[in-house]
Every structure is written in structure tokens, then in C-alpha cells.
Nanobody, 118 residues
């Protein structure tokens, strides 16, 4: 059974930083594009960032220059480093695995809450 387990969410002040982690089943990590979506209250889920097995990355415009996605293939883990956080970044963040950029994810994590507030 494929599992994606997220960690690292929490409450942070504007301008602060958080790092999200997502540990994936070894069976999928080497071939899937890993990514992070987020969903804020009353809004649709949106893709935040994604990274292919080869290391190519893609970001939504609103986080470019502030967020960095990376992966450690030896640990089957993908990270999202979030710097200079803003209140509008508040959302539940979901790890996912897909067969490429702009392909509907096949697997999802349970989500982790990120709240940015003073």
C-alpha cells in the first residue's frame, strides 16, 4: 500500500519559516513526480510546487523566490522549505505523487496545517 506521510506544519508569524516533509513508500518514490498542493478555507486546492525524479521543479507564481522544493531519494522524502511566509500562505498542505507535471496526482497524504498569523 502506498503511503505519503507529512510532517512539519504549525503556526508561524509573518516573515517566518517552516519546512514540510513527506515520507513516501519506496516503491513509488523513484519514478513519481512529488509535489505539494494546498487548500485554504473556501478556496480550491492549488498546486504549490512539484519536483520530478530527475530534479526538475515547478512553482506557482505566488511562492517563487520564497519556497523551495527538494527531494532526498535515499530517504524517499520530499521537502518544502517555506521562507518569508505570509498570512495568505495559510492552508492545509498536501503531499502528492503524480506521473508528471500537470498530471492529476495518484496518491495523497493526509495533509498538514500551516497557519501564518501574528
Amino acid at each position: 500500500q502506498v503511503q505519503l506521510v507529512e510532517s512539519g506544519g504549525g503556526l508561524v508569524q509573518p516573515g517566518g519559516s517552516l519546512r514540510l516533509s513527506c515520507a513516501a513508500s519506496k516503491s513509488i518514490f523513484s519514478i513519481y513526480t512529488m509535489g505539494w498542493y494546498r487548500q485554504a478555507p473556501g478556496k480550491q486546492r492549488e498546486l504549490v510546487a512539484a519536483i520530478t525524479s530527475g530534479g526538475s521543479t515547478n512553482y506557482v507564481d505566488s511562492v517563487k523566490g520564497r519556497f523551495t522544493i527538494s527531494r532526498d531519494n535515499a530517504k524517499n522524502t520530499v521537502y518544502l522549505q517555506m521562507n518569508n511566509l505570509k498570512p495568505e500562505d495559510t492552508a492545509v498542505y498536501y503531499c502528492n505523487a503524480a506521473l508528471g507535471f500537470f498530471v492529476a496526482p495518484k496518491y495523497w497524504g493526509q495533509g498538514t496545517q500551516v497557519s501564518v498569523s501574528s
